[in-house]
């Protein structure tokens, strides 16, 4: 079992920045592709980001691509979406999720994390 906890949302300005945190519990964390997904009252959840095992590999939404970052850092458990230049439409729920093998795009993944708010004003 992999527990995943997000934090770092919050209400930000159309043009800054925040950075999201996702913890996982356990030894095996480099075991599992982490993403980053998104989602809005009455839409599906969206894919936003993902990350290899080691790091070396990410791909992004083109929603997002040369905005938002993702990074992992393996002994702590702990991958990050960095979010620059935020524009309204980044508005929902953002959740972490890990998934053996390779990043997809669609949410079928075996763990989330219960989701942090991330609001942008314009």
């Known amino acids: 079992q992999v527990q995943l906890v997000e934090s770092g949302g919050g209400l930000e300005q159309a043009g800054g920045s925040l950075r999201l945190s996702c913890v996982a519990s356990g030894r095996t964390f480099s075991s599992y592709v982490m993403a980053w997904f998104r989602q809005v009252p009455g839409k599906e959840r969206e894919f936003a980001a993902g990350i290899s095992l080691s790091g070396v590999s990410t791909t992004y939404a083109d929603s997002v691509k040369g905005r938002f970052t993702i990074s992992r850092d393996n002994a702590k458990n702990t991958v990050y979406l960095q979010m620059n230049s935020l524009k309204p439409e980044d508005t929902a729920v953002y959740y972490c999720?890990?998934?053996?093998?390779?990043?997809?795009?669609?949410?079928?993944?075996?763990?989330w994390g219960q989701g942090t708010q991330v609001t942008v004003s314009s």
């Open positions: 999720a890990a998934r053996r093998l390779v990043v997809v795009r669609t949410p079928t993944y075996d763990y």
